[in-house]
């Protein structure tokens, strides 16, 4: 029976390549967990920037996985903790790879409920009314000017606009 689904839907319900490689580009590896950089404390982080292991539990410091273990845990938080709330921004199924990626990883940092949340007014207007071409800069704004993590989130937030137009 044939099914009504285009591409783009299918590839809509997987997690891009793109956005993957992109949040490991940033993020980086730590087999051992350590403390939020902007914080010092909570959240406890290890892997690919995980803070919750399989089974929904927090990490605490001390934890030390492997490779593998990093790897499977950075594909089940996106596509588990992410794309389910990533998939619920208007036009999501519209969007290229390339956007769905620049979105993964600006969740991905930012969390994954930011479409419509209070500190996230002018990137939900922008996907929500389908401005795509303010997108990157949108992306931008998002960098906590001021701390000692902006220049990392400048670079990486440049990063995804580029992906978001590519």
């Given at each position: 029976?044939p099914t009504?689904?285009?591409?783009?839907e299918?590839?809509?319900?997987?997690?891009?390549?793109?956005?993957?490689?992109?949040?490991?580009?940033?993020?980086g590896?730590h087999?051992?967990?350590?403390?939020?950089?902007?914080?010092?404390?909570?959240?406890?982080t290890?892997?690919w920037?995980?803070?919750?292991d399989?089974?929904?539990?927090?990490?605490?410091?001390?934890?030390?996985?492997?490779?593998?273990?990093?790897?499977?845990l950075?594909i089940?938080?996106?596509?588990?903790?992410?794309?389910p709330?990533?998939?619920k921004i208007p036009?999501?199924?519209?969007m290229?790879?390339?956007?769905?990626g620049?979105?993964l990883s600006?969740?991905?940092n930012l969390?994954a409920?930011f479409?419509?949340?209070?500190?996230?007014?002018?990137?939900?207007?922008?996907?929500k009314?389908?401005?795509?071409?303010?997108?990157?800069?949108?992306?931008y704004?998002?960098r906590?000017?001021?701390?000692?993590?902006?220049?990392?989130?400048a670079?990486?937030?440049?990063?995804?606009?580029?992906?978001?137009?590519?």
């Amino acid at each position: 029976m044939p099914t009504n689904n285009t591409n783009e839907e299918k590839n809509a319900n997987k997690v891009p390549l793109v956005g993957i490689n992109l949040i490991r580009e940033f993020e980086g590896c730590h087999l051992h967990a350590y403390p939020d950089p902007l914080t010092k404390k909570e959240p406890i982080t290890i892997g690919w920037g995980s803070t919750k292991d399989f089974n929904g539990t927090p990490f605490k410091l001390g934890r030390r996985i492997t490779q593998e273990y990093a790897d499977k845990l950075l594909i089940f938080d996106l596509e588990h903790r992410f794309l389910p709330s990533l998939q619920k921004i208007p036009h999501w199924n519209e969007m290229t790879d390339g956007q769905r990626g620049a979105l993964l990883s600006f969740a991905y940092n930012l969390g994954a409920a930011f479409y419509g949340g209070s500190n996230f007014n002018t990137i939900t207007k922008c996907l929500k009314n389908k401005e795509w071409s303010k997108v990157p800069d949108a992306l931008y704004l998002y960098r906590n000017p001021g701390t000692n993590v902006e220049k990392g989130l400048a670079r990486r937030r440049v990063a995804e606009g580029k992906l978001w137009v590519s």
